[in-house]
């Protein structure tokens, strides 16, 4: 599938040397120094380097060797890792974000054929329906938003709200691909992937990408949402479970006795020594017996990632942990500070299926939705300014599109609204993002994307540029094509919400 | 509620309506339009017509006038009218790529054209409203090639091929003017009184309840005013195109493109001499010999006899030989006993296996739709699996291969043969281009968007897998790197037009040929028949249940119409009699057939009607009364218990042409099926004609109802000479037996791929393949028995020094299994192998850990190529080996060593119980002797017996297990006889440790 990089003095990974504009690269040890915990920092690099990942030209098959060693970016980062929020299904703009009082006056009409060129059921769509929450001001920015966030409400001046996104589908499938890979279709690599490939891990013992689902179930497109596609298997995403042992077969046979898996580790690190003994020059076997080394720490790293008993009670409290309406997406949040703190670079949380999705009963649906989340992600970013993590973690949310700003109406006669790709709002918070902005706005009605529009492409190169990549070179060779995130589409980074 | 919603469709200008209201409500000082003189032009003069103005004219594109900006340049019009997102311009100056330079525009006049293009474009007018002056004026003529792409994206659904509703096909200029039952649909000349422009504008078409169901969407304003002109300037015809009128514009495809060496037919080349002639064994290694002899190297050593034999085992069959097997070689002292066992190896049913499942990597094969959540299941795709894999066991040439999988459903008329195993294998073959993931079951993702993505991926598909050549970019543009013009592209696409057809598409449920074998069908039947026989008394129970309840919803929606009306529709309101069992929980109630005569007009008006508010089914039920689902719950979930039962009827999941007048193909610009360009002809890459017989398509005297094209693209691609298809097989063997390819991009012969790195030799083989009438099994021959292949992977000081990445094969590379050859040979290796073949795909469980695994049988597991291809939640060994995703499909797999390979090697449920299996049957073997089972274990593990060294280390480690176990047995009081129970356990952990050892999963 790969084809392999052509000419030999490329760069690592198909990063480029940075572009004229671009500040000074680092050196790797500058970059460690930077990022640096005293626990995750150079001298882990050189092991990391020696032991972990060779990169000897025979390795195994003649293929390319890919791993996850941290690598240096392309110019000097705001942030070293991401929390992506999706917020899959669709959330109302113009119920949480984006007022707009107009619909008032012009409720039940229609007053432009555009406004249902995105309706995907033509035959229930309604006229203009409403908001029925009140929006207020905010922090010191006194950024707008509804009442069915109050919790987020006391962050704003933290965040970055963008008012004009805009997708490409009216669908779930596609416009999460688009939302994932930049395009609609099922074949290419998520971001997630795209970052690990960039960067690499920051922590041995941790996957650079994981994904923490929702235990209520998996996401519409399901585990193709963290896929790797065509980059290699390495950068897809892990599934740490919030529930149980986090990862698939970390933890030994529970029928074996509590001693055997160390005396069998033994027996198989002496025979695979032996064998490695009489194969000189073949890093790729000193890798492998590493990648077993790996697995038994990960068995601690994993597991200790994701032990929320170690918080303090307030902790516990401050994310929603004791109420049972937020617990669950309050554990996840708590999971995903504990595993950045850690070094992880991509921590990408989805949630139950569906609950933005509010063709109908829209008030119920919202009230949900926002309960379940609001004041998790709040305290999440409380909790990451108050640990000095903010500054260079990237907290990024939204969904894969929102919603229109008519009424849809079901058999059920309890009005919803169809989904809304042309318009749509998300926020970014942390790593070089300029808190309190309110960026972009849709047209009168909240359908459209009118002002300072941002489209995907737009939004995966801000997102790659705050982690210190240039979307332009982040790039990867096959069939002789230099893949990027933003595939051909133009993009470019929203400077605007930036510090 | 419905007729408020459309009620804009009756002003006339609406444009304006939306226009009017939303400057009002924005507050906007400036109430009439924004026109291209006073707001746009002056932008553009000080910002672009320098370089798109008069002259110079940059892509031929002009921005003077509001005319010429819908003109366009190359890259297709700068503007679509009405809609700023796919407007050219827009995307250009909001990435910033023009103008270029440092120079932007400011954000204010980005935003003050897009909303110039937002409200219509409207021209230099003014308020085009009250204008006389006609709105077409100064714009070029519309061809028919201008709007046949209108009709062919929003109309021929309905109005074409297949369906013609009211009588009306909207394909060609003659049938519109012919019109359908209620006249002409287009009256040359006259476009206020042509009815298609009538009912597009009043909505009335395509109908608002139907375009979901059909995937279709309203035109645009843009489309509808170029319809409006081609009308008003008298609807003209166009000549038919030709394949010699495309050649004109564009780039061309020149004779020093053609001189490329990929695009050349292999020559063959002499045979080398070399010094060390003693060591040539086939052709082979003399060429790889004359490389390494020039640089001062030579072959390595040869490896051991059993090194050898099992690097055969896994390279042909994909696991290692059996214990008896291996002792059976030994004491083979024959001199030709490596080739004997070659071909004994060559003529094994698991030849195929393995082979075939290298194929169906190249086809992207799997066994579910990916897309969507839910991963619908592919119920009959095996056949083209078993297809593929008995093709390889017969070794069936490569040419015949080709064509079957191309066009089999064209070489000869299924619809007349009787029905064979081989003509369902020839049907299955095509099976080769329905690979990719194909959402478009469901309405709303099959409009034409993603239905161009399924083309393309399969184009993908053919182009990487068979022809080696990227061509993916020609679908937005001319290839930058290989002399593959945009028009190659849609040429290529054009063959599959008439088995695609975006525009009359054919949704997967309705791509299968219901044919199976006479045994098949009976089997599906006798299966059936007490199933659906249950399942009808099951949903008259349910019915009995259902009947208060459907009376009183039907009461409460009646209530809502007038008096009059009732009676007629409660009339109208039945459940059908004579159902088959499994359809009526969907609707209860339906709308009454009624015939098609004059007394019942009213009341067929009023069943259309009324249709939504007749039928009732469970769903409705449910929501209405909460106590219905409580109430019949039990019934309900017995009901779907025996749906689940239900086997479907055989069918062949087929790639067919779907006969009749083939519907134009039309080059997209920038890959945009909205912006149709010229039209094309079916046709290859223009760069591919040295040595070919051109490509033509003949009509088919056996096959009347196919057009032949894909045939003819078979027959082009299978001539001898061809200058890629013999390389690119070729290459993908070599690249499976010596670990990298001759050329080491296996998908990319062209200019951006990489050179071979033994151009000769990779000729050589590709004429010899040839010769030898397209044999794999020859070629596999002539590889395996070379001296080049039977080296030691060992590294020598001077190969180190001269050929440190063995380009120039100075030793034999060495390997990580592959995750499928990894999987058998765990179950060959522990005796739990069940090498029943063929047929439907072994299902797959989800264990309580998550782990996902096969289902086995009372005979064990089948190889990995007989359970399910799932592209969601494969079986988890698998996925943690690099099992590829199909993106569409994969070329060449990935290679990974991660930890996570090593926690379900170590820790997973599979493993662990194939190896307690493992050690019970060599305990039945060779009893409780430490020596012999360790032994036992390494020959069948390790296909060899251990050193002194490793007898006594795993002597120590099977006394440190067992002590373990015995303390664990104690410790749970455990019934079994303590010694002897933790003896096996020892023994088992003994064998899982060495299945987990590198030796065991790196090939030497």
Known sequence: MVVRRQSPPKPEHGMKQTSPTDSPRLSRREWFARSGSLLYGTALASILGKELFPTDPLLASGGQSYDLRPRTPHFDPKAKAVIHLFMNGGPSQVDLFDPKPLLRKYAGTVPNRDLTSDITSPTQSGGLLPSPYSFSRHGQSGMELSELLPHLATRVDDIALIRSMYGAHFNHEPAIFFMQTGRTVATRPSVGAWVAYGLGTENRNLPAYVVLDDPKGLPVNGIANWQSAWLPPVYQGTRFRAEGPPVLNLDPRPEWPAPLAKAQRSLLHDLDRAHRRERPHESYLEGRIASYELAARMQLAASDALDLSKETDKTREMYGLNREETASYGRRCLMARRLVERGVRFVQLYIESQIWDAHSDLDKMLRYSCGKTDLPVAALLTDLKQRGLLDSTLVVWGGEFGRLPLSQTQASGVSGRDHGPSGFSVWMAGGGVQGGTTYGATDEFGHKAVENRVSVHDFHATILHQLGMNFRDLAYERHGLHERLTDQFPARVVSEVLV | ?1004
């Not at chain 2, 449910?622 to 055989?650: A, I, M």
Request: charged share 25%; aromatic share 8%; glycine share 6%.
């Open chain 2, 1 to 1004: 509620m419905l007729i408020r919603v459309h009620s804009w469709f009756a002003f006339p200008s609406i444009l304006l309506t939306g226009l009017a209201l939303s400057s009002a409500a924005s507050g906007a000082e400036r109430s009439d339009l924004p026109t291209f003189k006073a707001d746009v032009l002056p932008i553009l003069a000080e910002n672009c017509l320098m370089c798109h103005g008069q002259e110079p004219r940059q892509g031929e594109l002009d921005l003077q006038s509001a005319a010429a900006l819908l003109q366009g340049g190359q890259s297709g019009p700068a503007i679509v009218a009405g809609s700023p997102d796919r407007s050219l311009i827009m995307e250009k100056l909001v990435s910033g790529q023009m103008p270029p330079g440092e120079a932007r525009l400011s954000p204010e006049d980005i935003d003050r054209i897009r909303r110039w293009i937002e409200r219509g474009a409207p021209r230099e007018y003014g308020r085009t409203a009250d204008g006389d002056v006609s709105p077409h004026s100064g714009l070029p003529a519309v061809s028919e090639k201008d709007v046949l792409p209108i009709f062919q994206v929003r109309c021929v659904a309905c109005h074409g091929k297949r369906r013609q509703e009211a009588g009306l096909d909207l394909r060609t200029r003659a049938s519109r003017l012919k019109g359908g039952r209620s006249g002409p649909a287009v009256l040359p000349g006259d476009p206020d009184q042509s009815p298609i422009i009538q009912k597009i504008e009043s909505g009335e078409m395509p109908p608002v309840e139907m375009q979901l169901a059909n995937s279709v969407r309203p035109p645009t304003a843009a489309e509808l005013q170029l319809l409006r002109r081609w009308i008003a300037g008298g609807a003209p015809s166009d000549p038919p195109i030709s394949a010699t009128a495309e050649g004109n514009g564009g780039p061309t495809v020149t004779e020093e493109d053609r001189k490329f060496w990929s695009f050349q037919p292999p020559v063959r080349p002499p045979v080398p001499e070399v010094l060390s002639s003693r060591l040539v064994r086939t052709p082979v290694d003399a060429f790889l010999l004359a490389r390494l002899e020039a640089r001062g190297l030579s072959f390595s050593p040869p490896a051991s006899r059993l090194r050898l034999l099992r690097r055969a085992y896994l390279d042909l069959v994909g696991m290692p030989p059996s214990a008896a097997e291996v002792e059976a070689y030994l004491q083979d002292r024959r001199p030709d006993a490596y080739e004997r066992m070659i071909e004994s190896l060559l003529s094994s049913s698991h030849y195929g296996e393995r082979w075939g499942r290298y194929w169906l990597d190249l086809a992207g094969y799997s066994d579910s739709e990916g897309f969507g959540a839910h991963d619908r299941f592919r119920p009959y795709a095996w056949r083209y699996r078993d297809y593929v894999i008995r093709s390889f066991n017969r070794d069936k040439p490569y040419s015949q291969f080709l064509m079957e999988q191309i066009a089999g459903d064209e070489l000869a008329d299924y619809r007349k043969e009787q029905v064979t195993p081989e003509l369902i294998d020839r049907l299955a073959a095509t099976g080769f281009l329905r690979t990719t993931p194909d959402p478009t079951d469901a309405p709303e993702r099959g409009f034409i968007a993603e239905r161009m993505n399924i083309i393309a991926d399969e184009i993908e598909v053919l182009t990487s897998a068979v022809m080696g050549l990227t061509v993916k970019c020609a679908r937005c543009h001319d290839h930058k790197y290989d002399p593959i013009p945009q028009k190659d592209y849609y040429r290529l696409s054009a063959i599959f037009q008439t088995s695609y057809d975006p525009y009359e598409w054919l949704p997967p449920k309705k791509r299968r040929i219901p044919i199976g074998l006479e045994r098949e069908n009976e089997e599906v039947a006798a299966h059936n028949r007490p199933l659906k026989a249950e399942i009808r008394s099951l949903e008259k129970g349910l019915l009995k249940e259902a009947v208060p309840f459907l009376d009183k919803l039907l009461e409460e929606r009646l209530a809502n119409l007038p008096e009059a009306l009732r009676q007629e529709l409660r009339a109208l309101a039945h459940t059908p009699q004579d159902y088959q069992g499994g359809e009526l929980s969907r609707k209860f109630l339906v709308v009454r057939e009624l015939p098609e005569d004059e007394s019942s007009q009213v009341r067929r008006y009023l069943a259309g009607k009324f249709k939504k508010t007749l039928q009732i089914g469970l769903a409705d039920l449910n929501r209405r009364f909460p106590e219905f689902g409580p109430k019949t719950e039990s019934l309900r979930k017995q009901l779907d218990e025996v749906k689940g039962k239900l086997r479907t009827e055989p069918y062949v999941r087929a790639l067919m042409d779907t006969g009749g007048r083939p519907s134009t193909t039309f080059l997209l610009k920038r890959g945009n099926h909205l912006s149709p360009g010229d039209a094309v002809t079916p046709g290859v890459p223009a760069v591919l004609t040295t040595g070919l017989t051109p490509y033509r398509v003949d009509p088919l005297k056996h096959a009347q109802e196919s057009s032949g094209r894909r045939l003819a693209l078979a027959r082009w691609l299978t001539q001898p000479g061809h200058p890629l298809t013999s390389r690119v097989l070729v290459n993908q063997v070599w690249l499976r037996h010596f670990g990298r390819g001759l050329v080491p991009s296996p998908s990319n012969f062209g200019r951006s791929g990489e050179p071979p790195t033994h151009p000769r030799l990779l000729d050589w083989l590709a004429t010899e393949f040839v010769n030898r009438g397209w044999s794999i099994k020859a070629l596999h021959r002539i590889m395996m028995t070379s001296t080049a292949y039977r080296q030691t992977s060992r590294i020598g000081p001077e190969a180190l020094e001269l050929d440190p990445e063995n380009i120039l094969l100075s030793r034999m590379r060495r390997g990580r299994m592959d995750a499928e050859a990894l999987y058998d040979s765990i179950l060959k290796v522990t005796g739990r192998l069940d090498p029943t073949p063929f047929g439907p795909a072994d299902a797959l469980e989800t264990k309580p850990n998550k782990e996902v695994v096969a289902k086995g049988s009372r005979a064990g597991f089948r190889r990995s190529i007989y359970t399910q291809q799932r592209r969601y939640d494969p079986v988890s060994l698998l996925e943690a080996y690099d099992l590829p995703r199909m993106t569409p499909n994969c070329v060449e797999r990935e290679n990974s060593t991660v930890a996570t390979q090593a926690l379900h090697m170590m820790n997973g449920t599979t493993v662990w119980e194939h190896s307690r299996y493992m050690a019970g049957r060599i305990i039945d073997r060779v009893g409780y002797d430490p020596r012999r089972q360790i032994g036992q274990a390494y020959l069948q593990a390790l296909s060899r017996e251990p050193t002194e060294w490793e007898l006594e280390r795993s002597r120590a480690a099977l006394e440190q297990f067992a002590g373990h176990w015995k303390s664990r047995l104690r410790d749970d009081r455990a019934p079994t006889p303590v010694h002897w129970a933790a003896q096996w356990r020892a023994l088992s952990s003994l064998c899982h440790t060495l299945l987990n050892s590198a030796e065991f999963s790196f090939v030497d």
